[in-house]
């Protein structure tokens, strides 16, 4: 019995290390990216898994509809929303471009 239970000691060791160092994680972030798909409101900016920025124009339970700009709405699945853009992120990025763009004259 003692040789069976130090012959599987090291398999079990292996099956928690993996539990948390791989699934855990991974289970904590998926929850994170089905919160943030379901806090989805219109105006939102938005990057897509496919790497199309827009604003949420409107909203279905399992639909998205998108402003790209130039008056062009998408519908997407909800799962296809990667992340929202913070308005921070936008402010520096229109800051530096404007910046390369004095410093070009």
């Known amino acids: 019995m003692q040789e ?8 079990i060791l292996m099956a928690l ?8 994680p991974q289970q904590k972030r998926q929850k994170a990216v089905n919160q943030m798909q379901a ?3 219109k105006g939102d900016k938005i990057v897509t898994i496919g790497g199309l ?12 509809h998108i402003d790209v ?3 062009q709405k ?12 913070e308005e921070a992120q936008v ?4 800051t ?10």
């Open 53 to 64: 920025h827009g604003i949420v124009h409107s909203l279905d339970e399992n639909a998205i």
């Open 91 to 94: 402010e520096s990025t229109e």
């Open 69 to 71: 700009g130039g008056g």
């Open 17 to 24: 290390v993996f539990y948390f160092l791989l699934i855990r």
């Open 39 to 41: 806090d989805l409101k």
């Open 74 to 85: 998408l519908t997407y699945e909800r799962s296809a929303v990667k992340h929202v853009v």
């Open 96 to 105: 530096t471009e404007t910046i390369e763009t004095t410093d070009q004259d």
């Open 4 to 11: 069976i239970l130090g012959l599987l000691f090291p398999f």
